[in-house]
């Protein structure tokens, strides 16, 4: 995938001189692109003058940032422990199979990616899965099957 590096520079350009901007510009570059692209990297590095290891340390200790390219459409699957007693496994099983990736991977055509994750705070709706900012719970296959079917037919970005 081949990234305009024009786009960060101009990111780079406008956080350059404010104090503490690394990780506002992450967050810029990421909502640009969706990640943040090795290529990025390298070029903040080069122009704020620091060293490219101390950009991944801030990208690999804050989970909200992504070195991948993630789907349009991100799912996570509930694996707290009310998700798991009331089936949160065989959940993220069922979406696995549904469509052919595993966790933290996309789909061939970019659409979805998947992840589990730790809790979603939302114990009594168990099983709970959020496609981008829409949560369904107590989940059933027939709830995931329309979840997925409206996120595919332009729900949310």
Request: proline share 3%.
């Amino acid at each position: 995938m081949n990234i305009d590096v024009s786009k960060t520079k101009k990111l780079i350009k406008q956080y350059r001189r404010k104090k503490g901007a690394l990780i506002p510009l992450l967050q810029a570059i990421q909502k640009e692109h969706g990640y943040v692209p090795k290529s990025s990297i390298d070029l903040i590095a080069k122009e704020l003058n620091i060293l490219p290891i101390q950009i991944y340390e801030v990208l690999t200790f804050y989970s909200q940032f992504h070195l991948k390219p993630r789907g349009k459409h991100v799912i996570k699957v509930c694996q707290g422990t009310a998700c798991h007693v009331m089936g949160g496994k065989e959940i993220l099983g069922y979406i696995s199979s549904k469509l052919g990736i595993n966790e933290g991977e996309t789909t061939k055509d970019g659409m979805f990616s998947l992840e589990r994750v730790a809790c979603l705070g939302c114990c009594g709706m168990a099983p709970v899965i959020v496609i981008d900012d829409d949560f369904y719970g107590t989940c059933t296959y027939q709830k995931i099957d329309y979840a997925i079917k409206k996120s595919s037919k332009g729900g949310k970005n």
